[in-house]
């Protein structure tokens, strides 16, 4: 009886599936490759929370974020879809989309999800912007803590973002519907 030999990404995908990462510890599967990083450092999470703390009270329709939430989004050649784990996920709150969701749920009715750049960002700047848009998924901010730069990708499009916004830390930025908001980076500094 012939045996079926796996697909390398298949292999590399259940491998992944299996690990038991570190307390603190997060572990993506990124077109192919296994990321683990380590717990951030206090000035990424400082950040975040700004984020969040304004979205929430500011944003025009009410959202739920999500810190660390497992997101399954479209690889870019491969079967197997990537497996991310954004800064920051937000939907609107009427969705409940976080109610009794799996550790990696699908990302239908995701609004925007975050990254503030540590220790891999070309992993943040390229093949998560790219599998957030395949995905897409319509708001991807980009926190890049070593350009001092924010930017807000919008109108997703096959591999990409049509269109983006950027400017230096303490320049704000416009979060469009379903925000309908200004962000203030002013403490990203």
């Not at 990302?107 to 912007?129: H, I, M, N, P």
């Amino acid at each position: 009886m012939a045996h079926e030999i796996p697909a390398q990404e298949d292999v590399m995908l259940d491998g992944f599936l299996a690990l038991d990462t570190p307390l603190g510890f997060r572990a993506e599967f990124i077109e192919g490759d296994i990321v683990v990083t380590p717990p951030p450092m206090g000035n990424h999470e400082r950040i975040i929370s700004a984020v969040v703390r304004q979205i929430l009270s500011g944003s025009a329709v009410p959202m739920d974020f999500s810190g660390g939430k497992g997101l399954v989004v479209a690889a870019g050649g491969g079967p197997a879809p990537n497996h991310v784990i954004p800064d920051g996920t937000f939907a609107p709150e009427e969705l409940d989309l976080f109610l009794d969701a799996e550790s990696w749920m699908p990302c239908a009715g995701v609004a925007l999800v975050l990254e503030v750049t540590s220790y891999r960002a070309g992993f943040d700047r390229e093949q998560k912007r790219r599998a957030y848009a395949r995905s897409g998924i319509p708001l991807y901010l980009l926190v890049d803590r070593e350009q001092s730069k924010v930017t807000l990708f919008l109108a997703p499009k096959g591999d990409d973002y049509l269109e983006s916004h950027a400017g230096p830390f303490g320049k704000q930025i416009d979060l469009p519907a379903p925000f309908s908001m200004t962000l203030s980076t002013g403490k990203f500094v």
